[in-house]
């Protein structure tokens, strides 16, 4: 089975930052995406930003220019560096891996609460 830990979220002011960490564990084989996702109160989830095994990364507009999605291989860990946050981007960010053949994997999220 494969685990997805997910670290680093908390409460920031507007402005701020956060790096947000995502550690896959088990037997993970060969990772074809892996990145964040975010859920809003009372809104669906949405794709913040993701990491393909073409070494390409994916944005949400919202967050072009503030977030950067970055992947240790060996590691297998995934990062969210967020910057100059603010409160519309409050929300549970949740870490999401699939790989090659395709399995698709969830953690449980992390807490990010932005103040204005």
């Known amino acids: 089975q494969v685990q997805l830990v997910e670290s680093g979220g908390g409460l920031v002011q507007a402005g701020g930052s956060l790096t947000l960490s995502c550690a896959a564990s088990?037997?993970?084989?060969?990772?074809?995406?892996m990145g964040w996702y975010r859920q809003a109160p009372g809104k669906s989830r949405e794709p913040v930003g993701v990491?393909?095994?073409?070494?390409?990364?994916n944005y949400a507009d919202s967050v072009k220019g503030r977030f950067t999605v970055s992947r240790d291989k060996a590691k297998n860990t995934v990062y969210l560096q967020m910057n100059s946050l603010k409160p519309e981007d409050t929300g549970v960010y949740y870490c999401?891996?699939?790989?090659?053949?395709?399995?698709?994997?969830w953690g449980k999220g992390t807490q990010v609460t932005v103040s204005s």
């Open positions: 999401r891996l699939i790989t090659t053949p395709v399995f698709n994997y």
């Open positions: 088990g037997r993970v084989g060969s990772i074809a995406v």
């Open positions: 990491w393909r095994s073409d070494g390409s990364t």
